[in-house]
């Protein structure tokens, strides 16, 4: 189970302009200067809150939480074949526990207060990006209800040809409709700003909030990936590789996902993108901290991974919430195989590291093939990419160049470009011709391909030890 309390996000929120106001004022900068505001966040994590109070009703159900694999199996067992990409037409996803869809239809199941509430009328539901626009729009007392295409259409009730909520997806999962928020374009004024108690600056009263992707769209935008056929691999908590496929949805044939990539102005065209999603990125080296206790920091990683230079044969499959693309394997568990006596912490370290880069390998395999034309070079962005051996160790296994801009938090430039293009806000173009080139920093593959593909076999070897360890089916306890 993973919850977070959805006040707590707000909360953080508030922190967050807050600083950004008195940095501004340390720099001389006028906040009156602020224009827009725009919203980037978690995908898939689901709140629902009352509107009479504004209260949330139940912590946020983040995208990672497995509790809903009983779910998934009731509802596939409505489904011709149990086929798990019954729905991927409609929606580009196949039914699994990380969709908003089916943490919503565990709320109703089993929180009686949402139940209630949804029968008397009072429920709201969204991703993080509806309950922050609502509450920083007003809340209770007149917020704004909405949600933008990047968000909707991970929620598995959205058709992403037509943009709009489903009826048919919305009946399967037995989903009131009158709780989904309005679905809006990813760049328009969608409210003002109001002050809420605890916003010590009052200045930004008024202020468009008129910017809103979900955080990999954002990265997408954030890296000037407009292009058909552009790619970019975030690394955050988990790894998410998308690539832009244009005005046409492509679908795959080899386990990725097909999302809305963005839509900027209610005029503009839609854009779709190819996704790869990979649960455990980032969160492998919070493990080897928290659990594990072997380092005591991020940065500690690369240093013991750098001591040992290789993982001496040893092999980690981090599927902690089972595999995501391209195998969309709930029962898989976390595996380290290949030990020795000789294996030490540092190997450990490596193959952590390593664990990162051959999942994107997988990912962007599955892609080229999707897509016909291999990618060559990766774009790279997110938190993970200042560890310069993971950055050379991503080269090596893709065997291409990858390139990292010197602004990693391309996440919140997406949203901050989305704010500053929308329809009366204004500040700035989009427009292919209207940008400029972006500062990079390279890693070119220094290890010779044979070597790779040696690596990336015994990898896949162990990704297959790692299924089929769990099954849903707990002894009794007669």
């Known amino acids: 189970w993973v919850e977070q309390d959805p006040k707590e996000i707000l909360k953080s929120v508030h922190e967050c302009v807050e600083k950004t106001c008195e940095k501004l004022q340390q720099l001389n900068i006028d906040i009156t200067n602020i224009k827009a505001i725009g919203v980037s966040n978690q995908r898939e994590t689901t ?43 409609k929606t580009g996803l196949p039914l699994s526990t990380y969709f908003s869809a089916v943490k919503l239809r565990w ?51 959205f058709n992403i040809n037509s943009l709009e909520w489903d009826p048919e997806l919305c009946q399967f999962f037995d989903i009131p409709m009158e709780i989904l ?3 809006r374009s990813s760049s328009e004024i969608y409210g003002l700003m109001k002050i809420c108690p605890s916003l010590k600056s009052g200045a930004l009263t008024g202020v468009p909030i ?85 380092v005591k920091n991020a940065q500690e990683v690369e240093k013991l991974a750098a001591e040992a230079g290789t993982s001496y044969g040893c092999y980690f499959v981090p599927a902690f919430s089972g595999l995501y693309a391209p195998y969309w394997e709930p029962s898989a568990r976390g595996i380290i195989c290949g030990l020795t006596q000789f294996t030490n912490k540092n190997h450990i370290a490596f193959a952590a590291l390593e664990a990162v880069c051959f999942q994107t390998r997988e990912i962007l395999d599955a892609m080229n093939k999707d897509c016909g034309i291999p990618l060559n070079q990766l774009q790279v962005d997110g938190g993970m990419t200042s560890n310069k051996i993971l950055m050379q160790l991503q080269s090596d296994i893709l065997c291409i160049p990858v390139v990292k801009p010197s602004m990693p938090e391309t996440t919140a430039l997406g949203a901050a470009m989305a704010a500053g293009a929308a329809e009366g806000v204004g500040i700035w173009s989009l427009n292919p011709g209207d940008l400029t080139a972006v500062t990079c920093e390279r890693f070119e593959p220094q290890i010779n391909p044979e070597e790779s593909e040696f690596r990336y076999a015994r990898w896949k070897k162990a990704v297959m030890k790692s299924m089929g360890w769990e099954t849903s089916e707990a002894p009794s306890n007669g």
């Open 210 to 294: 008129s910017g809103c992707l979900g955080d990999q769209s954002a990265a997408l935008v954030g890296q000037m990936c407009f292009q058909d056929g552009q790619a970019k691999n975030t690394y955050g908590t988990g790894c998410f590789l998308l690539c832009n496929t244009g005005q046409k949805p492509v679908f795959s044939e080899h386990g990725l996902l097909t999302t809305i990539a963005y839509k900027l102005g209610r005029d503009k065209p839609v854009c779709y993108a190819l996704e790869g999603s990979v649960a455990i990125a980032g969160a492998v080296v919070r493990w080897l901290r928290d659990n594990l206790g072997i």
């Open 47 to 89: 709140v629902v809150w009352d509107k009479t109070t504004g209260e949330p009703l139940y912590n946020a159900i983040v995208w990672l939480d497995l509790r809903t694999q009983s779910t998934v199996e009731r509802l596939l067992k409505k489904i011709p074949g149990k086929n798990k990409s019954f729905f991927k037409f």
């Open 181 to 183: 928020p309005k679905v």
């Open 107 to 157: 709320l109703l199941d089993n929180v009686k207060e949402i139940k209630q509430a949804v029968d008397d009328g009072r429920a709201m539901f969204g991703t993080i990006d509806s309950w922050l626009i609502w509450c920083l729009t007003g809340g209770k007392n007149g917020g704004v209800h909405c949600t933008d295409v990047t968000n909707a259409s991970r929620t598995m009730l």
